[in-house]
């Protein structure tokens, strides 16, 4: 009686596993968060990340899936205080090694707003910009709203002022009632034999 297994494993092969992140960096410091920024090799799949987030003794596991964002915001930090960083992608097979150990430290509460010059202030000008593009925008939307209000209103009174004396010759042929004329020769020709 010779018997044969056969084993499946569950676990995925370390050639299945997606790469590390790279160029791990942290970027619009404040007192009370950052912003941590990674990238992925070219050419792999990868349908999420894991951020480990380290405070002295206290860690904090931060996880998305069904994401392509190569970026997190990370909230509710303390003012003044050193955190280790570490991100994982994951892959259709698992997750990555972690990168390597990012060190940032929070920057102090002031009750100044910050300089241009200030790290903490990168990217506020963008979001101005946006909220300036923003209000643009709606102002055309309005604007258009009202011109294409306008035309309905001159239109409505040219149709009602048409039935105000239509009522007047309701001898006319209603094909020709209907249609524009323009005697010089313009889209319709007049269809008056004279």
């Known amino acids: 009686t ?31 968060s950052a912003t ?6 070219e050419g792999e799949v990868i349908i999420g990340f894991s951020i480990s987030q380290q405070e002295g003794h206290t860690q904090r596991f931060i996880r998305e899936v069904n994401t392509t964002s190569r970026s997190c915001v990370l909230w509710d930090l303390d003012q003044e205080t050193d955190y280790i960083i570490q991100v994982q992608s994951i892959g259709l097979y698992g997750e990555s090694q ?6 940032f430290r929070t920057l102090k509460k002031s009750d100044r707003f910050p300089s241009n010059n200030d790290p903490a202030v990168e990217g506020v000008d963008k979001s101005r910009q946006l909220q300036t593009g923003e209000m643009i925008i709606i102002v055309v939307v309005l604007l258009m709203w009202a011109a294409v209000i306008a035309l309905f209103c001159r239109q409505y009174d040219i149709i009602k002022d048409n039935d105000s004396s239509s009522g007047k010759d309701k001898v006319k042929p209603s094909s020709m009632a209907s249609t524009p004329e323009h ?9 008056v034999h004279r």
């Open 2 to 32: 010779n018997k044969s297994f056969v084993y499946f494993s569950l676990v995925p092969l370390s050639s299945d596993r997606p790469p590390a992140p790279v160029n791990v960096s942290v970027m619009h410091l404040r007192a009370d």
């Open 183 to 191: 005697c010089s020769g313009g889209l319709l020709r007049s269809k």
């Open 36 to 41: 941590v920024y990674w990238e992925i090799p």
């Open 98 to 103: 972690a990168s390597k150990r990012v060190h």
